[in-house]
């Protein structure tokens, strides 16, 4: 596998190696001993999520504020955009988001590690998303930022605007002078 750290280098892209020809393809998806010495990750995967969207969906970009999650995600059918935004307290990095495109065609997974928020937009007119995650779901440590929060700025290639979930569309601002999961809570008066 070819492994490509992104402008925010603990975000990784990476490319398993495809067996094709004329009959199909065939890769390993994950295999963990290949992926830890690939990534010089040592995590442990605890769920499989499976999701699918119609075009112009977009679902994020959310983040747990106990129980932080790593994610590695791919996507089986269509095509979508990718996106990890850095809440990790201390990180030079935070605020800052990076985007990849991921379809069924090029096999790209992407790993969006724990102290992340995470969000995807649909490109194609259906997607089907899957993904592992380091630590279980936990609906009330959940919180969601705002898709267009402009103190993220993250560049959507979309034209008209998305179609959200009834969370998603009263998501909080991300307030950029908070510096850990905790404070932001209390930031966006939250109550933990």
């Not at 998806?29 to 499976?50: C, M």
């Amino acid at each position: 596998m070819k492994v490509t750290p992104t402008a925010i280098p603990e975000v990784l892209v990476i490319e398993p190696k495809i067996f094709g020809d004329d009959r199909g393809f065939f890769f390993e998806s994950f295999n963990q001993k290949a992926f830890q010495e690939a990534t010089g990750l040592d995590v442990a995967f605890v769920q499989d999520n499976h999701s699918k969207s119609a075009k112009n969906v977009l679902r994020g970009l959310h983040y747990q504020v106990v129980q932080p999650q790593g994610k590695l995600v791919r996507v089986v059918q269509g095509e979508v955009f990718d996106v990890a935004v850095d809440t990790r307290k201390g990180s030079r990095t935070y605020g800052q988001w990076v985007g990849e495109i991921l379809s069924a065609e090029n096999k790209k997974q992407f790993w969006v590690p724990p102290g992340f928020a995470h969000g995807f937009l649909t490109l194609s007119d259906t997607a089907e998303f899957l993904y592992k995650t380091t630590d279980y779901y936990a609906s009330e440590h959940e919180r969601c930022i705002r898709w267009d929060d402009p103190s993220v700025a993250v560049i959507w290639p979309i034209l008209d605007s998305p179609i959200l979930s009834p969370k998603d569309a009263v998501a909080d601002l991300f307030d950029i002078s908070c510096t850990d999961f905790r404070e932001y809570s209390q930031c966006v008066n939250l109550n933990l």
